[in-house]
């Protein structure tokens, strides 16, 4: 008996599924290219390059080689600062001789 019932279960979904969509996209239904050029998702909607990326990429490293170049000057003269103030304890060992009694 269930082996006669059983093609017929597995089939119903498939013909609701059918009855429902009538085995056409909607006409309401938008492809979907057509959605992402309205949403401007779409890859003619990219910045196209232009000119040398040598040049650009040289501006870039220059810009970078500044800020690397500025940090690390701003670091030495902080340590400098600090160290001529004595805001640095460096843990330096005591001294090794003794001091003169008087």
């Known amino acids: 008996m ?3 019932i059983a093609p017929l279960l597995r089939a119903a979904p498939r013909l609701q599924q059918s009855r ?3 085995h056409a996209v909607p006409a309401h239904w938008k492809p979907i290219r057509q959605i992402c050029e309205e949403n ?5 909607f990219l910045p196209v390059p232009e000119g040398s990326w040598q040049e650009a990429y040289n501006k870039q490293q220059s810009k970078w080689n ?3 170049a500025l940090s690390v000057l701003s670091v030495v003269v902080t340590a400098v600062a600090l160290w001529q103030t004595g805001s640095i304890y460096l843990h330096t060992a005591p001294p090794l001789r003794n001091k003169k009694k008087e």
């Open 40 to 44: 401007k998702a779409h890859m003619n």
């Open 20 to 22: 429902r969509m009538g």
């Open 66 to 68: 500044r800020l690397l």
């Open 2 to 4: 269930l082996t006669r």
